[in-house]
C-alpha cells in the first residue's frame, strides 16, 4: 500500500520546477518514515522452508539432560518428544535402520553393507573414482550430483526377493520429482571402515544426492581421546550456508556416539568421561543448527539411527526423536501408525518430512504416516523415560515369563497324561496344576500395571498371584476343577472385552500382550490374546447353554458373539484384521452346532455373506479416513487398491512366509505340538471315554468342535497364526484333561465297594 502511494505521488508530479521540488521532497519523507517496508520487495527474498535431519546414533533417551545436553533439552521443552521403534527387515543395526527411514518401509542391507561417496573420491579397492564405480554399476550417469550411492543394485535386487514394496531411496525420490534437493553432511566412518548411513536416507531412487560432503574430510583426527576419529563440526558448519543456499532437506550425520561404542575399552571413568564429551559436542553442534533455523518456518528433527549396546543389554531398543519448528507444538509425538503417545515408528519420519513440504508419497511405497504433537502436562522427557523403562521391563520379562508358561505347559500337561493312563494317584496333584494353566492370561494381563520395581519382584508376583487365585477359585468351587476352569474363563473373557472397550491398556503392557519395541503391532488385541478370547468365548458359552438351553439364550449368546466380532475387527478397538475372519467362522460353526441346525450350502453362503458384508462395512468406513487415521488394515487396502494385484499378492506371500518362519522357531509350536499328541491320544484313550462325554456333554463337545474350527482357520490365516491356534488350543486342551479327571474319579467311585458299617 506504502509502496503504491509513494508510486501514484511519483507518477502525479508535474515538471514544473516549483511543483517538482516539492513532490520529491515529500518523497523523500515517505522513504525516510518508511524504508524497510519500501523497499522490501524489491531488496528482500522470502527464504524458502528448509527440513533439517540430525542424525546421532546410538543417542538413547537417557543420555538427555539439562546439565550435559542444554540445547537438545531447549528442543524438547519447545517442541516434541517421542520414542521411535528401531524395527527393519533383519536387525536392529545402523544400516538397515538408515535404508528402512530413507524408503519409509522395512528395508536392510546385504553383503556389502552401506557404499557411498562423494563423487570424485577415490576407491582404493576397485581402483576408480565413486562416480566410475557408480556408472559400471548402476548404467547411470552421476551427472553433477555431490554423493553416490553405488551398490543401490544390490540392495534394490536383495529387497525384491523378501515380498515388500520397500523402495530404497523413496524419501529422496519424492523430493527430486518435487523439485527438491537434499543434502548430506558426515558420516559413520571408523577405524578405516567407511560408513555413511546419512546417504541411505537422503538418496533419490537412482542413488543419488544432489549435494553435500560424506568425505574424509568431515573427520578429524584426536590423537589425545579413546577415539581416533571424531565428526569435525566446524567443517560441517562451514558447509552449512552453501547446504542451506542448495538443498531443501538437510541432513547431519553425527556419529561420535557410535565410534566410541566401536572404541577399545576404556576404564568405565574413562568412558564415561569420553562419552559426557561427545555428548557436549553434539549438543553444540545441535545448538549451532538450531541458531540458524527460523521456527516459524523450518522443521528439525532430532534422532539416532540406532540403539545402543547399552540399551540392547537392558532389551530398550527405542529411539529418541526430537521434532522442533514450524506445525510442532510442545507436548509428546504420535502417529497414526501407533496411536500411542510418546511412541511412533521409524517409517514415519520420511512422511513427515514430505508432509512438512506439502507432498505426498507418490510412489506409494512408504506405509508410514506424519507425525503429531499432543499436549503433555509436565515433564515430557521424564514421561518419555519412564515410557522408555517400563516397555523395556515388560520385553525383558517377557522372555523369561512367557517361556515359563510354554514350559509350564508342556510339563503340567504331560503330567496329567501321566496321572490319566499310568499314575492315578498323582491325579489330586496334576488336577490344580493343569487348572493354573488358565490363570496364567489373567495374571499376566495385569501384571505389567503393577508398579513392583525389579524384575524378580515382577516374576515372584506372578507365580503368587497365579497360585493365590488358583486356590481362592479351587476352595470357592470345592473342588470342582471344571466349574473352576469356565469361572477363570468367564472373568478372562470379560477382563478382555472391557480392556478392548477402553483402549487395550492392558494388553499394551502385557508381557504375553505384543512388544511395541519390535513394531509389529502397537494397538489393539494382538494373536495372544486373541487365541484367548476365542476360547474364553466360546466355552464360556458352551457351557451356559448347556446349563439353559433355551432359545433365548441362544439369542443372547448369537449378541455376544456378533459383539465380540465387531470389537475384535473394529479399526478403532480390537485392530485384528486376521481375526475378522478366524473368529466369525469359529462363532458361526459353533452356533450352528448348539442350535442343531443342518448345515446346507445356502446357511453356509448366507453366513459367509453376512460376515463379508460385514468385514466390507468395516473396511469401507476405514478407508474413507484421512490417511494418517487409517489402521494399518485401512493402509493395507490402500495399498492394494493402488497397486493391484501384484501388491495383494506380496502381502499375501509376506504372511505366509512370517507364519512359516515362526511355526519354525517360535516356542509356541513345542507348545502347540504337545497339544495336538495329547488331543489325538484323548481321542482313542482311556476307551470308551470320549464316547461316555458325547454321551453326557454332547454341547460341550459342539463347542470344542468350534473350538477346533477356530484353531485351525487361526493357523491358516494368521501371520502369526502358531500363537494365536497354541493359545485357542488352551481351552481346548486343559477343559479335556479336567473332564477326563472327573470320568476316572466316578469310575474309580464306582469300583470302590462300599464300606460295611460292622467294618
Request: glycine share 8%; hydrophobic share 50%; charged share 15%.
Amino acid at each position: 500500500m506504502i509502496k503504491y502511494f509513494v508510486q501514484q505521488m511519483v507518477k502525479s508530479c508535474k515538471p514544473r520546477p516549483k511543483s517538482g521540488i516539492y513532490s520529491l521532497l515529500l518523497v523523500f519523507l515517505l522513504l525516510l518514515l518508511f524504508p524497510a517496508y519500501s523497499f522490501a520487495e524489491t531488496n528482500q527474498t522470502v527464504e524458502a522452508e528448509k527440513a533439517y535431519l540430525i542424525l546421532v546414533d546410538k543417542l538413547s533417551i537417557h543420555d538427555i539432560s539439562p546439565e550435559v545436553t542444554p540445547n537438545i533439552y531447549r528442543m524438547i521443552k519447545n517442541g516434541g518428544l517421542g520414542l521411535a521403534t528401531s524395527r527393519t527387515l533383519r536387525g536392529q543395526n545402523n544400516m538397515d535402520s538408515s535404508l528402512t527411514i530413507g524408503a519409509g518401509n522395512i528395508a536392510r542391507a546385504y553383503k556389502n553393507g552401506i557404499l557411498a561417496f562423494n563423487h570424485g573420491e577415490s576407491i582404493s579397492d576397485h581402483g576408480k573414482t565413486a562416480a566410475q564405480l557408480y556408472t559400471s554399476l548402476t548404467g547411470y550417469e552421476p551427472a553433477s550430483s555431490a554423493v553416490l550411492f553405488v551398490n543401490l543394485p544390490e540392495i534394490a535386487m536383495g529387497l525384491s526377493e523378501e515380498n515388500v514394496t520397500t523402495i530404497p531411496g523413496a524419501l529422496g525420490e519424492n523430493l527430486r520429482l518435487n523439485n527438491l534437493n537434499a543434502a548430506v553432511l558426515g558420516n559413520s566412518d571408523y577405524d578405516g571402515i567407511q560408513l555413511r548411513t546419512g546417504a541411505a536416507i537422503g538418496m533419490d531412487a537412482a542413488g543419488q544426492i544432489a549435494f553435500g560432503d560424506v568425505g574424509p574430510d568431515t573427520l578429524t583426527h584426536l590423537p589425545d581421546r579413546s577415539i581416533n576419529q571424531g565428526t569435525n563440526y566446524s567443517y560441517l558448519l562451514e558447509k552449512l550456508p552453501a547446504a542451506k543456499e542448495s538443498a531443501d532437506l538437510i541432513i547431519f550425520e553425527l556419529s561420535d556416539l557410535a565410534r566410541l561404542e566401536k572404541a577399545i575399552p576404556a576404564f568405565p571413568s574413562i568412558y564415561a568421561e569420553e562419552k559426557s564429551a561427545c555428548l557436549q559436542q553434539i549438543d553444540q553442534m545441535v545448538g549451532q543448527v538450531i541458531s540458524e533455523v527460523d521456527p516459524e518456518r523450518d522443521l528439525v528433527l532430532l534422532f539416532p539411527v540406532s540403539p545402543s549396546a547399552e540399551q540392547l543389554k537392558l532389551k530398550d531398543s527405542f529411539l529418541p526423536i526430537v521434532a522442533y519448528g514450524k506445525n510442532i507444538s510442545p507436548g509428546s509425538l504420535s502417529s497414526g501408525s501407533t496411536r500411542r503417545d510418546f511412541i511412533i515408528a521409524s517409517t514415519d519420519i520420511a512422511p513427515t518430512i514430505l508432509d512438512f513440504f506439502g507432498i505426498e508419497d507418490e510412489l506409494n511405497a512408504m506405509i508410514g504416516v506424519p507425525v503429531r504433537t499432543a499436549p503433555f502436562e509436565g515433564d515430557t522427557l521424564q514421561a518419555a523415560m519412564n515410557v522408555a523403562d517400563s516397555a523395556s521391563t515388560t520385553t525383558r520379562l517377557r522372555t523369561i515369563l512367557v517361556k515359563s508358561y510354554v514350559v509350564m505347559q508342556i510339563i503340567f500337561i504331560l503330567l496329567a497324561v501321566l496321572a490319566i493312563f499310568w499314575f492315578t494317584p498323582m491325579r489330586k496333584a496334576a488336577e490344580p496344576l493343569v487348572l493354573s494353566l488358565v490363570t496364567v492370561p489373567l495374571v499376566l494381563l495385569f501384571l505389567g500395571k503393577l508398579p513392583l520395581g525389579q524384575d524378580i519382584f515382577y516374576i515372584l508376583g506372578a507365580i503368587l498371584l497365579v497360585i493365590l487365585i488358583t486356590y481362592l477359585t479351587v476352595k470357592l468351587f470345592k473342588g470342582h476343577m471344571f466349574n473352576a476352569f469356565v469361572a477363570i474363563s468367564a472373568i478372562t473373557l470379560l477382563v478382555l472385552i472391557i480392556d478392548i472397550l477402553t483402549g487395550t491398556a492392558l494388553i499394551q503392557s502385557s508381557v504375553l500382550g505384543y512388544d511395541p519395541m519390535v513394531g509389529a503391532r502397537y494397538y489393539g488385541i494382538g494373536n495372544e490374546y486373541l487365541g484367548i478370547m476365542l476360547g474364553s468365548a466360546i466355552i464360556t458359552a458352551s457351557v451356559l447353554f448347556e446349563k439353559y438351553p433355551y432359545r433365548s439364550v441362544l439369542a443372547v449368546l448369537i449378541v455376544l458373539f456378533l459383539f465380540i466380532c465387531f470389537i475384535i475387527g473394529n479399526p478403532g478397538l480390537g485392530a485384528q484384521s486376521d481375526g475378522m475372519i478366524t473368529a466369525p467362522v469359529a462363532f458361526a460353526v459353533t452356533l450352528f452346532l448348539l442350535s442343531n441346525l443342518r448345515l446346507h450350502w445356502g446357511l453356509v453362503a448366507a453366513a459367509f455373506g453376512v460376515i463379508i458384508a460385514a468385514s466390507a462395512g468395516l473396511i469401507g468406513f476405514e478407508l474413507h479416513k484421512p490417511v494418517e487415521m487409517q489402521s494399518h488394515l485401512g493402509r493395507a487396502f490402500n495399498q492394494v487398491i493402488q497397486g493391484g494385484p501384484e501388491e495383494l499378492w506380496t502381502i499375501l506371500l509376506r504372511k505366509a512366509s512370517m507364519n512359516i518362519k515362526l511355526i519354525r522357531y517360535t516356542i509356541w509350536s513345542r507348545v502347540f505340538l504337545v497339544m495336538f499328541l495329547v488331543l489325538s491320544l484323548l481321542v482313542f484313550r482311556p476307551v470308551g471315554a470320549l464316547k461316555q462325554l458325547l454321551q453326557e456333554r454332547p454341547i460341550l463337545i459342539k463347542g470344542f468342535a468350534g473350538l477346533i474350527t477356530g484353531a485351525v482357520i487361526a493357523l491358516i490365516i494368521n501371520d502369526s497364526g502358531i500363537v494365536a491356534t497354541s493359545t485357542t488350543c488352551i481351552y481346548l486342551v486343559i477343559p479335556l484333561l479336567l473332564l477326563m479327571f472327573e470320568i476316572q474319579e466316578k469310575k474309580t467311585e464306582e469300583d470302590t465297594p462300599p464300606v460295611s458299617e460292622n467294618n
